[in-house]
């Protein structure tokens, strides 16, 4: 045998020994982790963030592809993309073991799943807006029509903290119509930067909540996968914490 065959197999023989350990240390049993993230910017982000702490997706990134379940086979994850209102559906089932969605979905789907961190990006607030003079309807607790794409958090808001009764009216988007046309007094809605509001002549009367984008994971993954689910979530924060101190 040539003196570099003798080399070449025993590297290969070093090259599976580290392999097969690698594997051992990952739990080459180890089933998939899959991932449910909310479609659109929310899930550009999410992906960032896992990139950062080395659990990024090659897969995904291909503009092209038609796939929808999307696979890291050297660290056994899986992800998807579906539309926000869906994400908690998926991991309350157990087909996602972890999710990334907007607080404001998982208030108003409030499905049994752990709310395990704020990833602190998708900063925004739920609120109470509609024309100045809407105010005094509020103030004095009357009757009035609210319209929302978020008519869970409206009644509770209504219901349960302001004991106010209102009529609810479901919207699917564009909701600032309702004060306009008269479909309703108020809205309850996402306010960001304001422009919406501020270029159809309305304003934020009250504040109902904060909201960014929040990790979810399912109750029993929770304690099947709690090693890595943990180390997961302590990345994430130790991301966020340099992201912050180096500011
Ligand atoms: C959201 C929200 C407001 C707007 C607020 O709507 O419902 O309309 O963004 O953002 P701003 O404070 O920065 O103006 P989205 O764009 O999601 O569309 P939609 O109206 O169809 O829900």
Same mark, same amino acid.
């Given at each position: 045998?040539?003196?570099?065959?003798?080399?070449?197999? $025993?590297?290969?023989?070093?090259?599976?020994?580290?392999?097969?350990?690698?594997? %051992?240390?990952?739990?080459?049993?180890? $089933?998939?982790? =899959?991932?449910?993230?909310? %479609?659109?910017?929310?899930?550009?982000? /999410? !992906?960032?963030?896992?990139?950062?702490?080395?659990?990024?997706?090659?897969?995904?990134?291909?503009?092209?592809? $038609?796939? !929808?379940?999307?696979?890291? #086979?050297?660290?056994?994850?899986?992800?998807?993309? /579906?539309?926000?209102?869906?994400?908690? =559906?998926?991991?309350?089932?157990?087909?996602?073991?972890?999710?990334?969605?907007?607080?404001? =979905?998982?208030?108003?789907?409030?499905?049994?799943?752990?709310?395990?961190?704020?990833?602190?990006?998708?900063?925004?607030?739920?609120?109470?807006?509609?024309?100045?003079?809407?105010?005094?309807?509020?103030?004095?607790? #009357?009757?009035?029509?609210?319209?929302?794409?978020?008519?869970?958090?409206?009644?509770?808001?209504?219901?349960?903290?302001?004991?106010?009764?209102?009529?609810?009216?479901?919207?699917?988007? *564009?909701?600032?119509?309702?004060?306009?046309?008269?479909? *309703?007094?108020?809205?309850?809605?996402?306010?960001?930067?304001?422009?919406?509001?501020?270029?159809?002549?309305?304003?934020?009367?009250?504040?109902?909540?904060?909201? &960014? /984008?929040?990790?979810?994971?399912?109750?029993?993954?929770?304690?099947?996968?709690? #090693? $890595?689910?943990? %180390?997961?979530?302590?990345?994430?924060?130790?991301?966020? &914490?340099?992201? =912050?101190?180096?500011?």
């Amino acid at each position: 045998m040539h003196f570099m065959d003798g080399f070449l197999c $025993r590297n290969w023989y070093c090259y599976c020994l580290l392999r097969n350990w690698n594997r %051992k240390e990952m739990g080459e049993d180890m $089933r998939y982790l =899959t991932f449910a993230l909310g %479609k659109g910017r929310l899930a550009k982000k /999410a !992906l960032q963030m896992f990139e950062q702490i080395g659990i990024g997706c090659e897969e995904m990134k291909d503009k092209d592809s $038609r796939k !929808l379940v999307f696979v890291n #086979e050297e660290l056994k994850l899986r992800f998807f993309l /579906a539309k926000g209102p869906d994400v908690p =559906t998926y991991v309350e089932y157990g087909a996602a073991d972890i999710g990334v969605v907007g607080k404001d =979905t998982i208030m108003e789907e409030n499905r049994r799943v752990y709310e395990v961190l704020d990833l602190g990006f998708g900063k925004c607030r739920m609120c109470v807006c509609g024309p100045e003079s809407a105010g005094e309807l509020l103030k004095h607790h #009357e009757m009035i029509r609210v319209a929302s794409k978020y008519p869970n958090i409206a009644k509770e808001y209504f219901y349960n903290k302001k004991h106010q009764t209102v009529d609810i009216i479901k919207l699917n988007g *564009s909701v600032e119509l309702g004060p306009m046309v008269e479909l *309703s007094d108020v809205i309850v809605d996402i306010v960001e930067t304001g422009s919406t509001l501020k270029e159809n002549g309305l304003a934020v009367l009250e504040e109902i909540c904060p909201l &960014s /984008a929040r990790m979810i994971v399912n109750q029993v993954s929770m304690q099947m996968q709690t #090693e $890595r689910i943990r %180390k997961l979530i302590n990345d994430l924060k130790q991301l966020s &914490s340099c992201k =912050t101190g180096g500011e």
